[in-house]
């Protein structure tokens, strides 16, 4: 159920593959290699995605709205290793690629633009988003835990 520009971004931060200030730094072409989101940190995979207060605060936000911990380290693995039914798992899988794509994107407007959009505001966004991909991608057959479950975290 996850977007597919969230897989995509997903999948390079699995590779570590995005191109963040401390590669640049690495190749001498450039000095920077802060955190545009918090300062004192290194822009690097690691901290932008498990440690930054953004991706923390989203994971969070996240957590809350589907009951469901996702602020665990490693935690598509968590998921999966999860005794959730398999629209559950979607779904808290969708969430997490949203909420580090949005770490990116809210990443790339600090350094370009010096803009950062409101943490509740991205999460209400990341929201809507999930709720529209669930709307379009829904299983026809539901079981009744499912529907508790959805009912429960406001998809239906
Ligand atoms: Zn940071």
Redesign the pocket.
């Known amino acids: 159920m996850a977007l597919p520009k969230h897989s995509f971004i997903a999948w390079l931060i699995s590779n570590r593959a995005l191109q963040l200030k401390d590669k640049l730094a690495r190749l001498q072409i450039s000095q920077d290699d802060m955190?545009c989101?918090?300062q004192p940190?290194s822009d690097t995979h690691q901290?932008?995605f498990e440690e930054?207060?953004?991706c923390k605060s989203l994971l969070r936000g996240a957590s809350i709205w589907l009951s469901s911990d996702l602020t665990q380290r490693d935690i598509l693995h968590v998921i999966n290793r999860k005794r959730w039914s398999s629209v559950r798992k979607k779904l808290c899988t969708a969430a997490v690629l949203a909420c580090w794509y949005m770490v990116w994107m809210q990443r790339n407007s600090a350094q370009t633009e010096g803009i950062v959009t409101d943490t509740e505001s991205v999460i209400q966004q990341i929201r809507r988003m999930i709720v529209c991909r669930f709307n379009d991608c829904k299983p026809r057959v539901v079981s009744p835990k499912d529907r508790i479950w959805l009912c429960k975290v406001h998809f239906i």
């Open positions: 955190c989101l918090c940190a901290h932008l930054c207060h953004l």
